[in-house]
């Protein structure tokens, strides 16, 4: 899962919407259509230029902002075209990796040139094992999770966001045509040809979405260009239109694009697998993918952008080295204490050194921040340190991406593909997100109950150790019931073919619900808090390092690859769930002070460093 000059109130959406449950005591926003309105609906174009209030409305009072009703605004249509083009990225991605598992573990059915294993038979091709199919598949979520460092700041410091995704979706594209050439029935025979053409690709595809998955985002959110607003519906009530329900709803719409891509990719392509071949696996993602440069071009002149500024990384690091200067010991419990103490980030504001170096002249030339930046960076760097946890969730999670497939092929599948039952999970989502969004939340806010961000991250973690123990259980009973006992997943008979558990294999439901509502509470959480808490000027680098702590679970995912075997899968399941109860205990005993301060975090004035005010193109 690069300093942003984005819109304040439209990308503090995802954390905004916490405080609209919270704070105040009306029902849960609607979005607003345009006879509500009263007003004209502009295209993105009226969104272009950011203002404090818009002309002819009234801004709202204290009184208002605690009693009125907050309400939606229309969303632009460039956030619709963006969001297409997610979908058609997320469609390609998870319609080709769905298929990895099989392809790389499995070995080509007797008499098949293209892989496709029939209504009774297996697809593969590679026959590489479990293991090497846990090693690529790892080290592609790995790559994929690394490469958004590099993204976001080519993004901040060179091409800006869009120029940027345009750029990745050429370079993923070649990957795509790679990959469908891997699986050609002429080249997929060769199973080390097949193979060295299959990495290629895989890498090629890893650079072009991290290009993409660290700006598309952020490009979505600064589309709406709203103000904060009271206006007369027409009925008679007066409303506050408000950004941050605004932008919230772009980005539950957004998540519902991405959701959809995966769910209608990963289903296609598992069938296509089945009764056709690989070929046709890689081929149709990579057709689909062909509207994206399509869709960025023809709106290319309706999109709001902002021009790169430079990555200002390095003002950043300025400021913790400044803070950190005198604070180091050679008791390293004592430079612990000293880094971590109350006082640290006041010794590197302007105005503390301008009190401090009044009579050599004030602040160094080179400290062009203002206190509210360093403000802004203390709170970056919190949540960085709020991420430190997050690999050993994704540990858990990851699980989905291979070994439980596999699992599935040693049940009865009465038919199915074994890799059908990885849908539940953005299938769940899909109806999950809704629930917990216009349900689950607004009952908790009125209860009293604050379910904040790090309240939902910790439980996050205990429903992905709650999936794990579920798998477990499940992998025991695979082996009490298989003919081969341990050897489940390479048992046959004597014509070679495939011996099963005869458990039904929708029993793996309970896995998958659990890992999605997890990925609700965790990973969307996780989403919010890289947004809100970053700089402003900062908000995609900060999001790659959230997204890069996924490839750190797939890089320490690589010392476990040995349990993902028979006859250790048991102990597999069941250390990934230990980790991730463990580790939710641990985040939120390290990180529960942050919950007290979640609202005055939020409520940070947006500091300055140099001349970083936005210019939309």
Same mark, same amino acid.
């Given at each position: 899962?690069?300093?942003? !000059?984005?819109?304040?109130?439209?990308?503090?959406?995802?954390?905004? /919407?916490? !405080?609209?449950?919270?704070?105040?005591?009306?029902?849960?926003?609607?979005?607003?259509?345009?006879?509500?309105?009263?007003?004209?609906?502009?295209?993105?174009?009226?969104?272009?230029?950011p203002s404090l209030l818009d002309a002819g409305a009234e801004a709202p009072s204290e009184e208002d902002r605690y009693y009125l009703r907050r309400v939606a605004d229309t969303f632009p249509w460039s956030a619709?075209?963006?969001?297409? &083009?997610?979908?058609?990225?997320?469609?390609?991605?998870?319609?080709?990796?769905?298929?990895?598992?099989?392809?790389?573990?499995?070995?080509?059915?007797?008499?098949?040139?293209?892989?496709?294993?029939?209504?009774?038979?297996?697809?593969?091709?590679?026959?590489?094992?479990?293991?090497?199919?846990?090693?690529?598949t790892t080290f592609n979520n790995f790559w994929v999770y690394v490469t958004p460092l590099f993204g976001a700041y080519i993004a901040d410091a060179y091409w800006g966001r869009y120029k940027t995704i345009c750029y990745a979706v050429g370079v993923a594209i070649v990957g795509h045509v790679l990959l469908v050439v891997s699986a050609v029935p002429a080249v997929i025979g060769h199973s080390q040809g097949s193979l060295a053409v299959f990495v290629v690709a895989i890498v090629i595809m890893g650079a072009g979405t991290g290009g993409f998955k660290s700006n598309i985002s952020p490009l979505v959110a600064e589309q709406y260009r709203g103000s904060l607003r009271v206006i007369t519906l027409k009925s008679g009530e007066r409303v506050i239109v408000d950004p941050t329900v605004t932008a919230s709803r772009i980005y539950m719409y957004f998540y519902l694009f991405i959701n959809i891509g995966a769910l209608v990719g990963q289903v296609s392509m598992t069938y296509s697998e089945k009764y056709v071949g690989f070929w046709l696996a890689f081929l149709l993602p990579t057709v689909?993918?062909?509207? @994206?440069?399509?869709?960025?071009?023809?709106?290319?002149?309706?999109?709001?952008?902002?021009?790169?500024?430079?990555?200002?990384?390095?003002?950043?690091?300025?400021?913790?080295?400044?803070?950190?200067?005198?604070?180091?010991?050679?008791?390293? &419990?004592?430079?612990?204490?000293?880094?971590?103490? @109350?006082?640290?980030?006041?010794?590197?504001?302007?105005?503390?050194?301008?009190?401090?170096?009044?009579?050599?002249?004030?602040?160094?030339?080179?400290?062009?921040?203002?206190?509210?930046?360093?403000?802004?960076?203390?709170?970056?760097?919190?949540?960085?340190?709020?991420?430190?946890?997050?690999? +050993?969730?994704?540990?858990?999670?990851?699980?989905?991406?291979?070994?439980?497939?596999?699992?599935?092929?040693?049940?009865?599948? !009465?038919?199915?593909?074994?890799?059908?039952?990885?849908?539940?999970?953005?299938?769940?989502?899909? /109806? +999950?997100?809704?629930?917990?969004? /216009?349900?689950?939340?607004?009952? +908790?806010?009125?209860?009293?109950?604050?379910?904040?961000p790090l309240k939902k991250i910790t439980m996050g973690f205990f429903t992905g150790a709650g999936a794990m123990v579920w798998a477990a259980v499940v992998q025991h009973y695979v082996y009490k019931t298989n003919p081969c006992g341990y050897a489940a997943a390479t048992c046959v008979d004597a014509a070679g073919d495939a011996l099963v558990s005869p458990l039904n294999v929708w029993i793996q439901t309970g896995s998958y619900i659990l890992i999605a509502l997890s990925e609700i509470l965790a990973s969307i959480t996780g989403l919010e808090y890289a947004f809100t808490k970053a700089?402003?000027?900062?908000?995609?680098?900060?999001?790659?390092?959230?997204?890069?702590?996924?490839?750190?679970?797939?890089?320490?995912?690589?010392?476990?690859?040995?349990?993902?075997?028979?006859? +250790?899968?048991?102990?597999?399941?069941?250390?990934?769930?230990? /980790?991730?109860?463990?580790?939710?205990?641990?985040?939120?005993?390290?990180?529960? !002070?942050?919950?007290?301060?979640?609202?005055?975090?939020?409520?940070?004035?947006?500091?300055?460093?140099?001349?970083?005010?936005p210019v939309p193109l």
């Open positions: 899962m690069a300093g942003l !000059h984005a819109d304040d109130a439209a990308l503090a959406a995802l954390a905004d /919407i916490k !405080h609209a449950h919270d704070s105040y005591p009306y029902p849960y926003p609607y979005p607003l259509d345009e006879k509500q309105r009263g007003t004209p609906g502009g295209g993105a174009d009226s969104y272009a230029q619709y075209l963006i969001a297409f &083009v997610e979908l058609a990225e997320r469609f390609s991605y998870y319609g080709t990796t769905v298929v990895f598992t099989n392809f790389i573990q499995q070995p080509l059915p007797p008499g098949s040139r293209t892989g496709a294993g029939g209504a009774d038979g297996q697809s593969g091709a590679l026959n590489m094992g479990q293991r090497g199919s846990t090693g690529l689909v993918f062909l509207s @994206a440069p399509l869709v960025l071009f023809l709106g290319r002149n309706r999109y709001v952008r902002s021009p790169p500024a430079g990555s200002v990384l390095s003002s950043a690091l300025r400021i913790w080295r400044f803070a950190a200067r005198k604070r180091w010991s050679l008791n390293p &419990v004592r430079t612990v204490r000293n880094l971590k103490a @109350a006082a640290f980030w006041e010794d590197a504001k302007p105005s503390r050194v301008d009190r401090e170096l009044a009579l050599a002249g004030g602040r160094p030339a080179w400290m062009t921040w203002d206190d509210q930046w360093v403000d802004e960076v203390r709170r970056g760097f919190k949540a960085c340190a709020v991420f430190v946890w997050f690999p +050993l969730y994704w540990l858990a999670y990851n699980q989905l991406n291979n070994n439980l497939t596999s699992q599935a092929a040693t049940m009865s599948t !009465h038919g199915l593909p074994n890799d059908i039952l990885s849908n539940l999970d953005p299938f769940a989502l899909i /109806i +999950l997100i809704p629930v917990c969004d /216009i349900l689950i939340y607004p009952l +908790l806010a009125r209860a009293g109950i604050r379910f904040t700089p402003r000027n900062m908000r995609s680098l900060v999001m790659a390092v959230y997204l890069f702590t996924s490839a750190i679970a797939s890089a320490i995912g690589e010392a476990f690859v040995s349990l993902s075997t028979d006859p +250790l899968l048991v102990w597999n399941y069941g250390v990934m769930g230990v /980790i991730a109860g463990v580790a939710g205990v641990l985040f939120w005993l390290s990180f529960r !002070h942050l919950d007290a301060e979640e609202d005055a975090l939020n409520e940070l004035a947006r500091g300055r460093v140099d001349d970083d005010e």
